[in-house]
């Protein structure tokens, strides 16, 4: 990507922090001068910076949004992010200037649930590790049970999160899997009314519970105040004993150094881990190495498909509301606030 800028003083002026697929950067520049830069990359930084003061709109994912950038950016209207996690916007700043916030729920769910139930499928089965053994040469006589990995068909998940992204993945496993499933969030779904599929199917049950009872736990809850650090040493410790724990939510809801203790001392059989407290993972973590953390580099919606349709609705959206129309993926927080 190369930073870029369209002059022409009197148009209103939006600025993309992230690469925007030609087709929605060229319905952009239709309508709006748009600058192109990522203030990820350095080579970008000024003219992210420089863009600042003139944007009306910034639509982009993976850069946290500061209340300093806020600062510099005076006329801005509308925030669209790439993403349905809004962890990165500084959500009490926004709604005190009277900035939209939008982002891309329901594009990704179902691509969201298959990467965290292959992840449970990769971690129980050892999928990544044997497959290594036979690239690697390893693969010279039948293997033995200490290669051996744990059914995943019959066993019970405790999914922490019951929204799009739980809804779904609990459709595979109970639907696809023959799992008892247990859910915790913020208050009981009315499973009747939004997954009648699911009814008897599955229970929500107090955090305790979940942890203790679930064979397999899958995160995939948004990061907030409450969420953050909600796996922990004495959440991990009431965990079955040789349970795997799956995040497919956010790095910064696990104590990583808790999980690390919790594998080594044989409470925990395995993790999967799609995301990480910092991104990308440093070269030293001792997630990268684990033999028995299975870890992807945050690939939850990163399909073809489905990263087109975010950004395809992520470009309505913002130029929805920049004209002022009520957009489909408008962040509104519920009664609880976040
Ligand atoms: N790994 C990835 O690439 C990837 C992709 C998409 C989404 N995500 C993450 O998944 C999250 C969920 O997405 P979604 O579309 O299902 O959201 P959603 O809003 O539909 O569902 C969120 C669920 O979490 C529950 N929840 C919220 N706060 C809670 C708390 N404090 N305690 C217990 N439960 C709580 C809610 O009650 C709800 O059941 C996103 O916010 C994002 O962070 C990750
Ligand atoms: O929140 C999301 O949409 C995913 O994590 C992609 O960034």
Request: with cysteine; proline share 7%.
């Amino acid at each position: 990507m190369s930073v870029s800028a369209f002059a022409s003083p009197q148009r209103r002026r939006v600025l993309v922090f992230r690469e925007l697929p030609a087709q929605q950067l060229a319905l952009l520049q239709a309508q709006y001068e748009v600058t192109v830069a990522n203030p990820r990359l350095p080579a970008h930084q000024a003219a992210f910076e420089a863009a600042l003061p003139l944007a009306e709109g910034m639509i982009g994912s993976s850069v946290p949004i500061t209340e300093a950038m806020l600062d510099q950016a005076p006329h801005l209207k509308v925030i669209s992010s790439i993403s349905v996690g809004v962890d990165n916007y500084p959500l009490a700043a926004l709604r005190s200037r009277g900035i939209t916030l939008c982002h891309t729920p329901g594009v990704l769910t179902e691509t969201t649930a298959d990467t965290v139930f292959a992840l449970i499928m990769a971690s129980s089965r050892r999928l990544v590790e044997l497959a290594l053994h036979v690239r690697e040469g390893h693969w010279q006589r039948n293997i033995d049970e200490s290669l051996f990995g744990r059914d995943v068909h019959g066993k019970t998940l405790g999914i922490l999160g019951f929204g799009r992204i739980g809804q779904a993945l609990a459709r595979r496993a109970a639907l696809g899997f023959n799992m008892p499933v247990l859910y915790h969030a913020r208050r009981e779904v009315d499973v009747a009314q939004q997954a009648p599929e699911l009814l008897g199917r599955v229970q929500h049950r107090p955090l305790d519970e979940v942890l203790s009872q679930a064979d397999i736990v899958a995160a995939v809850l948004p990061l907030t105040p409450a969420t953050r650090g909600l796996m922990n040493e004495a959440t991990f410790a009431r965990m079955k004993p040789g349970a795997i724990f799956i995040n497919g939510a956010r790095g910064a809801i696990v104590d990583e150094a808790a999980l690390l203790r919790a594998l080594d001392s044989g409470t925990l059989a395995a993790a999967g881990l799609d995301v990480f407290a910092t991104e990308p993972l440093p070269m030293d973590s001792p997630l990268r190495q684990h033999p028995r953390v299975t870890a992807l580099p945050h690939i939850g919606s990163a399909t073809h498909e489905t990263r087109e349709a975010m950004a395809a609705m992520a470009t309505r959206n913002l130029l929805k509301a920049l004209a002022g129309e009520a957009p489909e993926g408008l962040y509104a927080e519920g009664p609880e606030p976040l």
